[in-house]
């Protein structure tokens, strides 16, 4: 691995689909169209991408000796030695500072989006990642930030309805993620997750299908709501569901049955099926509340 291409893994480009969650309110507001708001949401995609990278970083800075036992995270640039510890550090300072100065020029309120994310995450590295379900529930309100984002810098309403789900989505990814750090910890005997020593796996394949069930829900009595179907002068919302449940139960085989859902971004660029529900969610929400409804 050369240089550059260790600080390109360092600082995660590839995590940097993540905060295509700022695009979820500009789509559902019908609003993806409009130029201007679409290139404000492009902005606000580069400053979010940037503050991340910081975190990023910051993860790894923090968690430099548990990645150097852990199989897979002891590749990464920092726990290989790939990137000096000096290096990092001034990375992280650049992104961090060029995310908060932009977001500030660009929009005051992500500015303070911006500032949120980064306190809730520096807490979470330095101690809060250490609490069971508060771990969780942090990483999931961070997702949440990334969509109250997007509506800032579209200007578009945002429903509460998309709050819940992505808090739902979020939640259900985590928590799958911490059943591979289990499996890892049970085959290797390796702690790689503080936090982890306080779940078993029974307590998370329980919480795993309530999640579920809860998500596909509430995705089903979005599209059934009354001021939904009055928003997008529509009733057939509810047909997209097939796809939100197709894909849920294929994460849940992937964790389940297949044991490998400690990357949820490796799934998203290389599961095929995913790709496949992903696709045809947004080709059928698309045809209905931009095509159909026309």
């Known amino acids: 691995m050369g240089k550059v291409g260790a600080i390109i893994k360092l600082i995660r480009v590839r995590q940097w689909v993540k905060n295509g969650f700022l695009f979820i309110p500009i789509f559902f507001a019908g609003q993806v169209f409009n130029i201007d708001k679409l290139l404000m949401v492009f902005a606000g995609f580069a400053i979010y991408s940037m503050c991340a990278s910081a975190v990023y970083v910051l993860n790894d800075i923090k968690d430099v000796d548990l990645d150097r036992i852990h199989p897979e995270k002891s590749k990464r640039p920092l726990a290989s030695g790939a990137v000096s510890m000096t290096t ?88 799958a993620k911490r059943r591979d750090d289990l499996i890892e910890f049970k085959n290797s005997g390796k702690v790689l997750r503080a936090s982890s020593q306080h779940y078993n796996l029974d307590y998370i394949h329980s919480v795993l299908t309530m999640l579920s069930a809860i998500l596909i829900t509430a995705y089903i009595i979005y599209t059934l709501s009354d001021d939904i179907q009055q928003q997008f002068n529509t009733d ?55 095509v159909l409804n026309v």
């Open 236 to 290: 057939d919302l509810y047909l997209t569901s097939i796809f939100v449940i197709a894909g849920v139960m294929r994460y849940i085989q992937i964790t389940m049955v297949e044991n490998n859902s400690g990357f949820p971004t490796r799934i998203l660029y290389k599961d095929r099926f995913i790709h496949f529900t992903l696709v045809g969610w947004i080709l059928s929400f698309y045809l209905i509340i931009y």
């Open 88 to 175: 990092a550090y001034i990375l992280y300072a650049i992104f961090l500072v060029s995310s908060l100065t932009l977001s500030f020029l660009i929009n005051i309120n992500l500015f303070f989006i911006i500032v949120a994310y980064m306190l809730i995450n520096v807490a979470y590295s330095l101690g809060l990642k250490k609490i069971s379900i508060l771990d969780l529930m942090l990483v999931s309100i961070g997702f949440v930030l990334r969509v109250v984002a997007g509506g800032v810098v579209a200007d578009v309403p945002l429903s509460h309805w998309l709050i819940i789900m992505t808090f739902l989505l979020s939640l259900f990814i985590v928590l």
